[in-house]
C-alpha cells in the first residue's frame, strides 16, 4: 500500500477558523474535513467557522511579518520591564 505523501495530508486537514460561541474565543486548527474542534478556552464545541483569508508568502510579506514581530516583542518586553518595576516598587516598599 502507498504511503500517504506530506502534502496530501495538508490537503485532507485544512487550516479553518472558529469563534466558539460560548467564551467568544477566535483560534485556528488543522482538523479533519467534518470533524469540530474543542475550544482551547473552554472546551465547548459550539463553534461558528469563521471566513479564512489566503496567505501568500512573498520577501515582502515576509519582512513585513519580520517587522510586526519586532514592534510586537518590543512593545511586550516594555510593558514587562514596566510590571516588573510596578512589582519591586510595590513590594521594596512594603518591607522598608
Not at 467564551?23 to 474535513?33: A, K, Q
Not at 467534518?34 to 469563521?50: I, N
Request: with cysteine; hydrophobic share 25%.
Amino acid at each position: 500500500m502507498e504511503q500517504p505523501r506530506s502534502c496530501d495530508i495538508f490537503f485532507r486537514m485544512p487550516i479553518y477558523e472558529y469563534r466558539c460561541l460560548s467564551c467568544g474565543r477566535e483560534f485556528e486548527d488543522l482538523v479533519r474535513i467534518g470533524e469540530t474542534p474543542p475550544c482551547p478556552g473552554c472546551g465547548q464545541k459550539e463553534l461558528e467557522r469563521l471566513r479564512s483569508m489566503c496567505s501568500i508568502s512573498t520577501s515582502q510579506t515576509r519582512k513585513a511579518a519580520l517587522e510586526s514581530g519586532r514592534r510586537i516583542g518590543a512593545r511586550n518586553r516594555r510593558e514587562k520591564e514596566h510590571a516588573d518595576a510596578e512589582y519591586f516598587r510595590k513590594h521594596s516598599d512594603d518591607h522598608h
